[in-house]
């Protein structure tokens, strides 16, 4: 039974490149949420999907990132013209249910270097 | 505006010995709190959570009390082991998504 898992691992970017970060949930899980940690600093909350649906995109800066959970397929964030701003540790959790009392399965993030 | 606190960044015990992690909030509308696990290069491990109705949940060596009234719970570890060494970060559960402290790291030493 395969954990959440995040792809690519590290990823490397020059300023202005786009960045495509990748998650696949834990089998059977539909609801995936995004989360970005900066140097030393807690997680934050960017964006939480269900199939095909963005729910909550509260955390999401409003220029350059975007998140889609489609029917087939991992969930991925993309960000368009990173800037060295960006560099961060990417990290996906997934739910087998909606609402805060089910635990969230976190994968092994995506460490983002802008150059 | 942190929502989450967790003021103390760095935590040493002696192994065999408790460890008491501690976590504060402001938000009364959180409805349930959570402590994750964290080692370098690898996502936050799910430890121990705590609905906002109860004070203490325990499974094994970990215990998390929970003070509504003063906001405030804390997590403890008894007998802490070296491999309890990590980054601890203490959550709390608004809708849908959860607002993380930025962590406290323990050091077990044998």
């Known amino acids: 039974n395969a954990g959440v898992m995040q792809n690519p691992r590290h990823l490397v970017r020059r300023r202005g490149q786009e960045a495509r970060l990748r998650c696949s949930p834990m089998k059977g899980h539909s609801h995936v949420y995004w989360y970005r940690q900066l140097p030393e600093e807690g997680l934050k909350f960017m964006v939480y999907?269900?199939?095909?649906?963005?729910?909550?995109e509260s955390g999401m800066p409003k220029e350059r990132f975007s998140a889609e959970f489609p029917k087939e397929g991992p969930s991925i964030l993309r960000i368009q013209q990173v800037v060295r701003g960006d560099s961060a540790a990417y990290f996906c959790?997934?739910?087998?249910?909606?609402?805060?009392?089910?635990?969230?399965?976190f994968g092994p993030g995506t460490r983002l270097t802008v150059l | 505006d942190q929502q989450v606190k967790q003021n103390s960044p760095s935590l040493s015990v002696q192994e065999g010995r408790i460890s008491i992690l501690n976590c504060d909030y402001t938000?009364?509308?959180?409805?349930?709190f959570l402590w994750y696990k964290k080692y370098p290069a690898e996502g936050p491990t799910f430890l121990i959570s705590i609905s906002s109705i109860k004070d203490k949940n325990e499974d094994g060596r970990f215990t998390v009390f929970l003070n509504k009234s003063a906001k405030h719970l804390s997590l403890h570890i008894v007998p802490s082991q070296p491999g309890d060494s990590a980054v601890y970060f203490c959550?709390?559960?608004?809708?849908?998504?959860?607002?993380f402290g930025k962590g406290t790291k323990l050091t077990v030493n044998p």
């Open positions: 959550a709390a559960s608004q809708s849908e998504k959860l607002v």
């Open positions: 938000n009364s509308m959180f409805d349930y």
């Open positions: 959790a997934s739910s087998p249910r909606r609402g805060g009392t089910d635990t969230q399965y």
């Open positions: 999907l269900q199939k095909e649906n963005i729910i909550d």
